[in-house]
């Protein structure tokens, strides 16, 4: 299961949708994304504490609980290499002008491709617009609860 940044932040702190997303994901052995997800991820804890609905202690303490987490295999983060960048900028060069993507979400595109999913899951309103033109499915929380 192919979880882009923001879905992986909402198993750590509560946002719209945060309990949707922790029971979807709730004893799965195959949680994937990239390891782009980890910066990316970091910056939504400094987002939060930015906007002071963590403090700085919180906000530190989930970076460190989340960096565990991928060491312990929770978060099976593909690295982003040269390859996969060279990959990533074909398919935005050859893709229609009129889809917006960014460059994160590329970077997830390409890694979902490479391995092998068909799916990936965001609330990311480009993301989930641009996936179905590389072939993957874009999944959100919402559809499948009927929100």
């Given at each position: 299961?192919?979880?882009?940044?923001?879905?992986?932040?909402?198993?750590?702190?509560?946002?719209?949708?945060?309990?949707?997303?922790?029971?979807?994901?709730?004893?799965?052995?195959?949680?994937?994304?990239?390891?782009?997800?980890?910066?990316?991820?970091?910056?939504?804890?400094?987002?939060?504490?930015?906007?002071?609905?963590?403090?700085?202690?919180q906000g530190q303490?989930?970076?460190?609980?989340?960096?565990?987490?991928?060491?312990?295999?929770?978060?099976?983060?593909?690295?982003?290499?040269?390859?996969?960048?060279?990959?990533?900028?074909?398919?935005?060069?050859?893709?229609?002008?009129?889809?917006?993507?960014?460059?994160?979400?590329?970077?997830?595109?390409?890694?979902?491709?490479?391995?092998?999913?068909?799916?990936?899951?965001?609330?990311?309103?480009?993301?989930?617009?641009?996936?179905?033109?590389?072939?993957?499915?874009?999944?959100?929380?919402?559809?499948?609860?009927?929100?």
């Amino acid at each position: 299961m192919y979880l882009d940044s923001a879905y992986i932040a909402k198993y750590y702190v509560n946002e719209p949708d945060a309990s949707a997303v922790r029971s979807l994901i709730a004893g799965r052995r195959d949680l994937r994304s990239s390891s782009w997800a980890s910066l990316e991820v970091t910056c939504v804890f400094h987002r939060h504490v930015r906007e002071r609905s963590l403090t700085a202690e919180q906000g530190q303490e989930l970076m460190d609980l989340f960096q565990s987490h991928v060491t312990a295999g929770i978060w099976k983060l593909a690295p982003v290499t040269d390859s996969l960048l060279i990959r990533t900028t074909r398919l935005v060069r050859d893709m229609p002008g009129d889809i917006p993507l960014r460059a994160g979400d590329a970077v997830h595109i390409a890694t979902a491709l490479d391995l092998g999913e068909e799916e990936i899951w965001t609330n990311d309103r480009h993301l989930l617009a641009a996936a179905p033109h590389f072939g993957i499915a874009g999944r959100n929380i919402q559809a499948v609860s009927g929100k």
